[in-house]
């Protein structure tokens, strides 16, 4: 029983990470997108550089501007009483 619950969780943990939203539309998330930036017989690292850093720059961002309401937010949600 326990060798094969180890085994569904190995081969769980060894599938490729979801392509659906790249197979159903013209839109792929980051993550994919990032993907096929990579693929190739020599990627180009600057193009991965240059989307990543599109790709994770929003992110930052939005950080930046809402960083202490996100943070207030943490703490005022930590506070027990």
């Given at each position: 029983m326990?060798?094969?619950?180890?085994?569904?969780?190995?081969?769980?943990?060894?599938?490729p990470?979801?392509?659906?939203?790249?197979?159903?539309?013209?839109?792929?998330?980051?993550?994919?997108?990032?993907?096929?930036?990579g693929?190739?017989?020599v990627p180009?690292?600057?193009?991965?550089?240059?989307?990543?850093?599109?790709?994770?720059?929003?992110?930052?961002?939005?950080?930046?501007l809402?960083?202490?309401?996100?943070?207030?937010?943490?703490?005022a949600?930590a506070?027990?009483?």
């Amino acid at each position: 029983m326990i060798v094969s619950a180890s085994r569904t969780t190995a081969e769980r943990n060894a599938s490729p990470p979801p392509l659906l939203p790249a197979l159903t539309s013209c839109n792929p998330t980051v993550q994919v997108a990032l993907n096929d930036l990579g693929q190739g017989y020599v990627p180009d690292q600057a193009v991965i550089m240059a989307g990543t850093l599109v790709g994770t720059l929003p992110v930052i961002v939005v950080f930046a501007l809402l960083g202490r309401h996100i943070v207030g937010g943490i703490m005022a949600g930590a506070v027990k009483g």
